[in-house]
Each structure stands twice: as C-alpha cells, then as structure tokens.
C-alpha cells in the first residue's frame, strides 16, 4: 500500500518562505515520478512542479518559475517544495503525487498516488 504524506503548510505573510515535504511509503520513492499540484477554494486542482525519479530533471507551471522549487532525496524516500517570496494568491490546499515510471507528468490523471493535502495560507 503506497502512502504519501505532506508536511510543512501554514499561515505564513506575504514575500515569506516554505518548505512543503512529502515522505513515501509502501514502496521506494525511486520508483515515481513526483509532483505537486495546488487546489484553491472553487477552483480546480493546478499542477505546481513535477521532479523525474533520480531528480535531474524538472518541471513547473511558468507563473511559478523562480519562485518554487522541487527536489527530491529518494535516500529518505522524500520530495520537497521550496516556496519562495509568497503571495496571497498561492494561498491553497498543496497535494503531494506520485506517478508509476521515470517519466514526469503535469496532469492530475497521470498521478497513481496522492497524498491528503496541507494547507497553506499567505495573508496580506
């Protein structure tokens, strides 16, 4: 049974920082591609950045290049989410997946796992 499991939301302010991790179990995190994907109040459910399984490449939503980064330590089974100078609008449930094979995906039915979700919250 693969599980995954987000840590690392809250309130922080407007241009702070937070790291999200996401910790895999059931199976070795080596074997997914990783993403996050983010799920504001009404709204659908957005891919963030997406990793490969050894973590050379990388993928992001453009509107959050430079800002957000993902990397991964497959020795402690972890993928995290680097974010950076934050913004009101990032204010979202952020959902941890993961993808059978090496190759990265931006669609949520790509994913075969998902984590319940952390919340983050940005104020003004």
């Known amino acids: 049974q693969v599980q995954l499991v987000e840590s690392g939301g809250g309130l922080v302010q407007a241009g702070g920082s937070l790291r999200l991790s996401c910790t895999v179990s059931?199976?070795?995190?080596?074997?997914?591609?990783m993403g996050w994907f983010r799920q504001a109040p009404g709204k659908e459910r957005d891919f963030v950045a997406a990793?490969?399984?050894?973590?050379?490449?990388?993928s992001y939503a453009d509107p959050l290049k430079g800002r957000f980064t993902i990397s991964r330590d497959n020795a402690r089974n972890t993928v995290y989410l680097q974010m950076n100078s934050l913004k009101p609008e990032d204010t979202a449930v952020y959902y941890c997946?993961?993808?059978?094979?090496?190759?990265?995906?931006?669609?949520?039915?790509?994913?075969?796992?998902w984590g319940q979700g952390t919340q983050v919250t940005v104020s003004s």
């Open positions: 990793v490969s399984w050894s973590g050379a490449r990388t």
């Open positions: 997946a993961a993808k059978s094979g090496q190759s990265m995906a931006v669609e949520t039915y790509e994913y075969d796992y």
């Open positions: 059931g199976r070795t995190a080596s074997s997914f591609a």
